[in-house]
């Protein structure tokens, strides 16, 4: 059975190289051979999963072996596999949510005459991801972290005749890089300290090493992970990286690249768990993306921006609970994958409407598309019941979990999180409410885009339709079918740990808190934006509205300080290089031509002038006999 | 006598070189194909030394030893050891690509005006293979005499290649174009000169402390302890032989003869000076500094590695502000031979064979970005950056080849050069962990240079100039997918070549008696 | 009589000679001027003959005249031919020789 885990990343990879390498031939039928292996991965998945949970205990976890990859003395890479029930969960997860998409594109992407190469794309993504998740060492995860990177570069540039898309892309990728710094350390680190990089050992024996190194390499795991989730202080590639086609940023968002940091840290728990100030750490980058990327939410007006801002927030989320050690680890993947199902839906209910609106993205020039878009009013509507947490759906459980493992946290720093949590759950509501209520009510703004077509909005083909149905059910019905009977819990306690904290108030005060913060966030956006008609132009707003539209002036900062202090530092130093270095090179050069430019003069042709340089010579010789000897 | 594969294997290209420069001029065709033949049968040969070569044998295998000039204790010693016979194998397999794609970089011009210069193209494809017999044979000497007369012999083939063609059209017209070329050829010249005299006057010292040049007899009289240089002495010694290495490879501040040698050429050239000529300077550290000097080496390596890791950056941070391609990735070489200098010095076994490892896929992956780059210019006629723009929607395969390139030279998992920077950075992190992480930002670097290229010329409105761009021919396809696929397997599969080079890692270990860092906890089975 | 007087005379000559080879112009007059320094020579060997009572001063004595007696022919050719060509027998006129 276990030679089945390289099949789930080969059947995506072949598809990758065989749409990107066979030309213009393939153009009729790539989609749907790409379509149909992401398929052939999910069902292999499934195979693996019946399998899975017909054994029990430590016998659920496979190895697979496929070759040594680099061995060099004690440095010993193997591409090698572990399916474990956390992989599992990624696996089903990036498979299922991912052929979903594959399905959803075909449509999509109908009328893209490199519809082939997007394919073969989206396929590279998914194989680089189901490495990532699949890796048994860190160095082999780092290979499909950077795929991820690869992939998700190759898919935001996608319209690469845009400017701004290539630029997106390019930000994406070198954001990531500085994360990727991260793992590469941590991964030497492990090297130094371990003598080698695989879970087993490693994760293994924290216990023996120092707390000092465990947490540094905790914290450039963590680098690694606010690169790729998007985590402040590195989470401005996420917004920009919307200039990709929706059912990318759906990938991105909900199955794959930003949920590889939330595994890496549930992955690398015991390294945390052997590391508290590391853990404090993760927490509390937790909780400021939590904030931020609500408040960023809030202000923007590009509904892909909008939900962009949700997914940073929701990932911080995770990334909080799994900081939270074993109380939080189940729980952070518990909503990861309910926010896959929502998340997925979401995106793809954007991506339905902007298909109707002529590739409009200003929710200000949407309004009242309830009744001409009905099904993706539906599956867009109960994501947003999920992702804002309704009583019953899969947010609400998962959410409320974190909420609960918050507060049972403990202490001061129990409390400070809970509230944190609970601001972020009202904010969430606030501006969900916000592009509902903008998108799909109130009256039509609609205005002619750039060509002067008046949009006609209408239903997506079946091809679209059916995933965002699919997707809804998951988003109903998840979270509920993890949480009875503590499932979920029971799934992965045996990789990840479980530990149930005890919280200073009951679990009935923290649903009922959520509640009520949940109906203060969406009735303040009904009162903003429900009862009152939504102008068509932005208002200028106040202070905070503007910095949240500008990324909360990150960006801003990155631009002086990064940008601008980088582009002075490589233009003086080009300087410093032609002038100082070569010019020390030249100035050599340069002197010795003078030198012999100036002896050259002394020989002017004149005889006479020779004949007294002769006599002169005679004379210091002379001299200088006479002197020696006298002396 | 057993046959003189070593030899042949310098003998071949040689003796290719004189055939074809002697092909009459009106058969111009002729001599491509002839130069083509001869590097294909050199490769073959290189192949049957990788095959006879046994890693787990000798340290020197398939060797060769005549007398030569018996006065000077000078002999023609010829043996290979795992990292000589990964680089001879590198410089074998590039020449043939080297060769295809600078197909028509000789030929004559069209128009006949008098004052245009006439391309002799049986010369360059000659004096090309004359380089290669030359590197081969350097990679092959274990006599010291003999290995200093290929490294200054060389120079003079290279400056003929480097001041003699260059780019069809240049943005100062014919006249900055010759005068600038000139430049770059002089200063090549004139650098590795002085570097090589500096080491001339090592080598003879090295002969009276000595009284052979021979490495093998130099390590035996070590070994039984009837040699024994003064510190002073080995240290002003070692001085001499790593300037030369230095500038050849190029270290900083050593470097600026590069770009200039590297933008001036054409993309073949320069893809010979960088992915071949300079790698006999790394490789000489390694065999050179490290075994017949192995305290000074030891005495020398902070300060080394200070100059690396300020090439890594510097390189970096200069090949971000270039405007001119090929001097961006002279510069981004530059950034990339700090990693081999650093992973050599970190005296680790991760560090010197990554650093092994780290020539042939430097060798390979700067190859395939600067021939399509080639292409590139040949299509535009320009070198300049700004001048592209778009180039992805005319001609995909182009832009994903380069794309490709670009990848590797960022060392992408997957592609060759990021095991062997991983294992240079690991190398270097578990002795010198300061080193090594300041070292990581040359990954961060790399990803922006490598991308701002890329979006610069290949992404965005498709430029009125490009419009008619044609995509990669035949020929040209020829040359990069080979490399492209070679990349690919070394990144996945690099067992081969580290079954190869790790042995010999181990004897230049020894030689300055340095051993690997243990980790601090026995980690669990 | 004193043969350091001879000496001294010897000297002066030499002076003479060189300061007319310098300051002179006219390559006749320099080439009778090198004459001179030549024959302030003869003077000074044959007198250190006599000082010294051997016949190793005359010897060279000999030689030089032998040696200056060539010199004229070829000197003197070179310079004919040079006023051939340029009208002029002054020194400062054939300036050629420089880099």
Known sequence: MENLIALLIAAPLLGAAVLLC?????????????????????????VLFSDMLGRSGDGRTLHQHLFSWIPVESFQADVAFQLDQLSMTFVLLITGVGTLIHIYSIGYMEHDERRR???????????????????????????????????????????????????????????NRVGDMGLSIAVMLMFTTFGTFAFGPVLGSTGDATEGKMTAIGLMLLLAACGKSAQVPLQSWLGDAMEGPTPVSALIHAATMVTAGV??????????????????????????????????????DDIKKALAGSTMSQIGYMILAAGLGPIGYVFAIMHLVTHGFFKAGLFLGAGSVMHGMNDEVDMRKYGGLRKHMPVTFVTFGLGYLAIIGFPGLSGFFSKDLIIEAAFAKGGTQGWILGSVTLLGAAIT?????????????????????????????????????????????????????????????????????YHHGEAPISAATVTGATMVVLVLGAALAWLMYGRRPVPVTAPRGSLLTRAARRDLLQDDFNHVVLVRGGEHLTRSLVYVDHTLVDGVVNGTAASFGGLSGRLRKLQNGYARTYAVSMFGGTAVLIAATLLMRAV | MSFPLLTATAALPALGAIATAAVPAARRTAAKWLALVFSLATLVLAALVVVRFEP?????????????????????????????????????????????AGWHDADPLEDTRPNRRWRPTQGFFALILMVEAMVILSFEATDVFLFYILFEAMLIPMYFLIGGFGDRAHAGGDEAAATQRSYAAVKFLLYNLVGGLIMLAAVIGLYTVAGTFSLSEIAEARANGSLSIATGTERWLFLGFFFAFAVKAPLWPLHTWLPNAMGESTAPVAVLITAVVDKVGTFAMLRFCLQ????????????????????????????????????????????????????????????????TLYMVNHGISTAALMLVAGFLITRRGSRLIADYGGVQKVAPVLAGTFLIGGLATLSLPGLSPFVSEFLVLVGTFSRYPVVGIIATIGIVLAALYVLVLYQRTMTGPVKAEVRAMPDL???????????????????????????????????????VQQTDPKPEVEAAP | MNPVYYLYLASLLFTIGAAGVLIRRNAIVVFMCVELMLNACNLAFVTFSRMHGNLDGQIIAFFTMVVAAAEVVVGLAII????????SASVDDASLMKL
Not at chain 1, 22 to 46: N, P
Not at chain 1, 127 to 148: H, K, P, R
Not at chain 2, 329 to 338: C, D, E, L, V
Request: hydrophobic content about 55%.
């Open chain 1, 429 to 497: 509501a606030f501006y969900m409410t916000r592009v509902m209520l903008m998108t799909f009510f109130g009256e039509k703004r609609w205005q002619p885009d750039e060509h002067g077509h008046q949009p006609h909005p209408h239903e997506s083909p079946k091809s679209m339709t059916i995933p965002m149905i699919i997707l809804a059910f998951g988003s109903v019905f998840a979270g509920g079918f993890f949480a009875i009977g503590e499932r979920f819990v029971h799934w992965l306690e045996p990789v990840t740990g």
């Open chain 2, 292 to 355: 017949l000097f192995p305290e000074a080496s030891k005495w020398a390596t902070p300060a080394i590695l200070v100059l690396a890791l300020i090439s890594i950056v510097y390189g970096a941070l200069l090949a971000v502000g270039q405007r001119d391609m090929k001097r961006l990735i002279a510069y981004a070489s530059i950034s990339h031979f700090g990693f081999i200098i650093m992973g050599i010095f970190a005296m680790t076994s991760q560090g010197q064979s990554g650093a």
């Open chain 1, 117 to 175: 190469r997007f394919f073969g794309y989206l396929n590279l993504f998914l194989a680089a991801m189901l490495l990532l998740v699949l890796a048994d060492n860190y160095l082999l995860l780092y290979f499909g972290w950077e795929g991820v990177g690869l992939a998700s570069y190759l898919l935001i540039g996608f319209w690469q005749h845009k400017p701004s898309a290539a630029t997106a892309a390019k930000k994406a990728f070198l954001v």
């Open chain 2, 473 to 511: 021919s035949v020929r040209e396809l020829v040359v990069v997918a080979p490399l492209i696929a070679l990349l690919l397997f070394l990144g996945v599969y690099p067992k081969p070549l580290t079954e190869i080079v790790n042995p010999a890692v181990e004897h230049t270990l020894s030689d």
């Open chain 3, 80 to 87: 004919v031919s040079v006023f051939r060509s340029r009208h």
């Open chain 2, 56 to 100: 787990g044998g000798a340290r020197y295998q398939i060797t060769e030893s005549h007398a030569w000039i018996s006065d000077f204790g000078v002999r023609y010693e010829l043996g290979v050891d795992g990292i000589g016979v990964a680089l001879l194998a590198l410089t074998a397999l590039l020449i043939p690509f080297v060769i295809l």
């Open chain 1, 263 to 300: 595994y890496l840290i549930t992955r690398s728990g015991a390294i945390f768990n052997a590391a508290p100030d590391a853990q404090l750490v993760v927490v509390v980058v937790g909780a400021v993306t939590l904030l931020f990327g609500a408040v960023v939410g809030c202000a923007k």
């Open chain 1, 22 to 46: 066979g030309g213009r031939r393939l153009d009729r039928v790539g989609h749907w051979l790409g379509t149909l292996l992401a398929a052939a991965s999910f069902v292999i998945g499934v």
